[in-house]
C-alpha cells in the first residue's frame, strides 16, 4: 500500500508517517507504538492554522480550520481507497476517526461545534470518514446492511451505493462478488 502524505510504494524518504489498515496481530500492536500519520497531520494543521486564528474572530477562525480540515480529510479519504483493510486495521481506523472528531472539537469555538452533530453538520468530510470507519468495521455484509439503515436514521447518510460498495470491498474478509449482490437501499 501506498502511504499518505505522498511516500507511496518504496517511498522511503518521505518525512509522514505511513497510512496502513492491512494490519496483522503484530502490525496493529506496532501502530499503537509508533508515530502516526494523524499526529503529525494534526501538528501540521495547527502549525498552519494555530498563528492565524489571533487575527480572525472566533467564527471566521473555525470557518478556517473547518475548511482546512476538509481538505486533509478529502486526501485521508483518497488514501484509504488505495489499501486493503483487515478487521484489526478497521478497529485502528475507527480510533484514529474519533481520534479526528475529538480534534476537531477541541479546536473549535462556537458553542454549536462542541455537538458532534453540529461538528458532522459543518464538515462533510468528516461525517463521511466516520460512516466509512462504521461501515468497514462492520462484523459482516449483513451488519455492514444494519450500520447503514441505523446510522441513515440517526443522523443520515452521506455514502451513496457505489461509495458503501467501494469501501466493503476494501476488507480483506469481505467477497468482492457478494458486496456487489448487497441490496442497498441508500440514494446514490
Not at 489498515?21 to 501538528?43: F, V
Not at 461538528?119 to 468495521?137: D, E, G, M, W
Amino acid at each position: 500500500g501506498g502511504g499518505a502524505g505522498g511516500g507511496g510504494p518504496g517511498g522511503g524518504g518521505s518525512k509522514f508517517a505511513r497510512m496502513d489498515y492491512d494490519l496483522d496481530e503484530a502490525g496493529y500492536e506496532r501502530a499503537h507504538l509508533g508515530d502516526n500519520y494523524l499526529d503529525r497531520m494534526c501538528t501540521a494543521l495547527d502549525e498552519l492554522v494555530g498563528p492565524l486564528r489571533i487575527f480572525l474572530i472566533p467564527r471566521l477562525a473555525d470557518k478556517l480550520f473547518v475548511g482546512v480540515l476538509a481538505i486533509a480529510l478529502e486526501r485521508i479519504e483518497a488514501a484509504i481507497l488505495k489499501t486493503r483493510i483487515t478487521s484489526l486495521g478497521a478497529i485502528l481506523l475507527d480510533s484514529h476517526v474519533r481520534y479526528l472528531v475529538n480534534y476537531a472539537k477541541s479546536r473549535l469555538d462556537s458553542p454549536e461545534l462542541s455537538s458532534t452533530a453540529g461538528l458532522y453538520k459543518v464538515s462533510p468530510p468528516l461525517h463521511r470518514l466516520t460512516q466509512i470507519a462504521l461501515l468497514v468495521n462492520a462484523a459482516d455484509l449483513e451488519d455492514a446492511m444494519d450500520v447503514v439503515s441505523c446510522t441513515r436514521r440517526r443522523t443520515g447518510w452521506e455514502l451513496g451505493r457505489e461509495d458503501i460498495r467501494r469501501f466493503l470491498k476494501l476488507r480483506d474478509d469481505f467477497a468482492s462478488d457478494e458486496v456487489d449482490r448487497m441490496p442497498l437501499d441508500v440514494q446514490g
